[in-house]
């Protein structure tokens, strides 16, 4: 009804208006704006595999206790060596993964970069600083098919205050013992 | 002097339509224009909130100067209200209901009086009103024969994260007004679209044993797996065919570029580097740009696809963590001051493989995630700037930029 109203108005102001050089540019279909979709998509369920209630049975330690013995390995801004305080302790976990207890467990190494960057980048820095301990570990003597590897990029902070002391906590590696 | 003359004359012409090259001073005055509400339904709220949209709309096309004043109109008077009648031109449109929630909108475009354009617009409910003021105002933009904004109708997608290792996917309109969650639960990133019909995407989990790359069907939501690798994956670019994508791969702790074609599912490396090197994007001529820590900090290099050549881009900046192509042209992120830590600024720069200018595009805060729109026309970016962040369109030909706030949290990763 709205575009023949439309349509009559135009005709008349063309006939009206007489000499009007200038033709109207009408579109009298109406446009069906294309929607987003509603439709939403599921991610596909994923199983955690817990690390806090399995138990190991050589030894007497349980997975979880040896997790919290690993250390933390943190790095300076946008560098990704190893400084010889950090390598002290990796030499230390390296010493536990290799202790009867440990031995069947495997490892993922999970890098980690502070706000600094929200890019490809960052996500490439976090898995170098991965790659480091990797390879300090397999100096060590740990095998390299004990270890796996992963980046969070700044997506996975300890804190999150814009301090520099904040930063500087979350440029690190995790340890994450998988059976 | 006729030879000053050609000389100069030679210099407009080689660089008449270089982007990088910023133009300060129009000569020519662009018309004005008022927009009229003659809509008898709906809330006031309802009312600015269209009204609004549309006046921002019409300003990103930058050929008009667009009065703000909101103006009410009947809709068949064939006199613009008073205050616009010194105006160029006058929009009017009248919103109306429709069955369910379904939004109707009809337009004329007035031009001293008379209607020099009309047409209607329909969209099923009225929470996705921003569609039918971006496609108005695409169609005013075709009407006055001015280069196509057809970006204003295409989608984004983005990831943000919600909490520690978890994120959501989202499909957006250009100003991330409308925002609707497509993927939810897990750590998924860095979503670029598949194709240029914007129907299908493809995704990184971190949830699996190893990161891996996810096509997301969006009209069945059928999920497939592409490609995995252990440390990193990331789907870069996507070539304009959707055949071809550029993936950013740690195949051995190494993060290099590789190429993957999708029907033969083969990959091939393209570097090989003991640092990093991320984010290639397809360029003309059968090259590819990308950020690459070979000077001890990130900045943009270039490489052929058949050679193992690489060539530094960019001369300029400490940081250039963050790039986005199209044809010639080269958006960068690049961080402005030295010091680590306190008040950055990181800024947004064009260059061109043809010239040696450098144009920056954005002049304080922390400027990010550029990306060219498919025609090259535009650029969407991200600015935060004194804990306000919003997102950014840049009109190249037009040496502006417009900005829309953003309410919401930390935003990943976006494509365009």
Not at chain 2, 119 to 125: F, L, Q
Not at chain 2, 213 to 242: A, E, F, Q, R, T
């Given at each position: ?128 600083r991965a790659n480091a301990v990797k390879k300090a570990l397999v100096a060590d003597g740990i095998d390299a098919k004990r270890i796996s590897m992963v980046s969070y990029g700044e997506s996975n902070p300890v804190c999150t205050e814009h301090t520099k002391e904040c930063w500087a906590k979350n440029r690190r590696v995790d340890f994450k013992l998988l059976p | 002097m006729k030879l000053l003359f050609s000389l100069l004359m030679l210099i407009c012409v080689t660089y008449a339509s270089d982007a990088t090259i910023e133009v300060i001073k129009k000569a020519d005055v662009i018309p004005s224009i008022a927009v009229e509400d003659a809509s008898e339904d709906y809330d006031d709220t309802f009312k600015m909130r269209f009204f609004k949209s ?363």
């Amino acid at each position: 009804m709205k575009s023949i109203v439309l349509s009559s108005v135009v005709t008349a102001l063309l006939v009206f208006s007489g000499c009007s050089s200038k033709e109207p540019a009408v579109d009298s279909k109406t446009e069906n704006v294309s929607t987003p979709t509603s439709q939403e998509v599921q991610a596909p369920e994923t199983e955690t595999v817990s690390t806090q209630n399995s138990v190991v049975n050589a030894g007497t330690m349980t997975m979880s206790e040896i997790e919290s013995k690993l250390p933390t390995v943190y790095f300076a801004f946008d560098k990704y060596d190893i400084t010889p305080e950090m390598q002290a302790k990796i030499d230390a976990a390296a010493d536990l993964g290799k202790a009867d207890a440990a031995k069947s467990l495997n490892v993922k190494l999970e890098g980690n970069c502070d706000e600094w960057g929200s890019d490809e980048y960052n996500f490439a820095l976090g898995l170098k600083r991965a790659n480091a301990v990797k390879k300090a570990l397999v100096a060590d003597g740990i095998d390299a098919k004990r270890i796996s590897m992963v980046s969070y990029g700044e997506s996975n902070p300890v804190c999150t205050e814009h301090t520099k002391e904040c930063w500087a906590k979350n440029r690190r590696v995790d340890f994450k013992l998988l059976p | 002097m006729k030879l000053l003359f050609s000389l100069l004359m030679l210099i407009c012409v080689t660089y008449a339509s270089d982007a990088t090259i910023e133009v300060i001073k129009k000569a020519d005055v662009i018309p004005s224009i008022a927009v009229e509400d003659a809509s008898e339904d709906y809330d006031d709220t309802f009312k600015m909130r269209f009204f609004k949209s549309l006046n921002a709309d019409l300003n990103v096309l930058s050929i008009f100067n667009v009065d703000r004043h909101y103006r009410i109109a009947d809709y068949d008077d064939s006199n613009v209200v008073l205050e616009n009648k010194d105006m160029d031109y006058v929009l009017r449109y009248d919103m109306s209901e429709g069955d369910g929630d379904a939004l109707n909108v009809s337009m004329k475009l007035l031009q001293k009086n008379e209607i020099v354009f009309t047409k209607n617009y329909r969209v099923t409910n009225r929470e996705i009103y921003m569609f039918v003021s971006h496609a108005m105002a695409y169609d005013i933009n075709e009407f006055m024969g001015e280069p196509s904004v057809s970006w204003m109708k295409r989608k984004v997608i983005l990831s943000r994260i919600v909490a520690p290792r978890k994120s959501e996917i989202i499909i957006a309109d250009y100003t991330l007004t409308y925002q609707h969650i497509i993927l939810k639960g897990g750590f998924n990133i860095f979503p670029k679209w598949a194709n240029e019909a914007q129907n299908a995407f493809y995704y990184t989990t971190l949830d699996d044993a190893k990161p891996t790359l996810k096509y997301v069907d969006i009209k069945s939501g059928k999920i497939h797996s592409v490609i995995s690798s252990d440390g990193m994956m990331v789907c870069s670019d996507v070539s304009k065919d959707g055949k071809n994508l550029l993936l950013t791969m740690a195949r051995d702790g190494q993060p290099d570029i590789y190429s993957y074609n999708v029907v033969t599912k083969h990959y091939k490396r393209l570097t090989h580097y003991r640092g990093i090197d991320v984010n290639a994007q397809y360029m003309s001529n059968n090259r590819i740009v990308f950020i690459s820590s070979r000077l001890g900090y990130p900045n943009v290099f270039s490489k052929r696809l058949d050679t193992d050549e690489v060539e530094q881009m960019v001369y300029y900046g400490r940081a250039n963590s963050a790039c986005s192509a199209h044809g010639n042209y080269i958006v960068y992120k690049a961080r402005e001051t030295s010091n680590a830590f306190s008040k950055n600024t990181f800024n947004l720069h064009l260059i061109s493989t043809k010239t040696d200018f450098i144009r920056r595009l954005t002049a304080t805060g922390v400027n990010e995630f550029p990306r060219f729109s498919k025609d090259g026309d535009a650029i969407i970016f991200i600015k935060n700037y004194k804990g306000q962040s919003a997102i950014g369109i840049i009109r190249l030909n037009y040496n502006k930029n417009y900005l829309f706030p953003l309410k919401y949290g930390r935003i990943q990763s976006m494509d365009w």
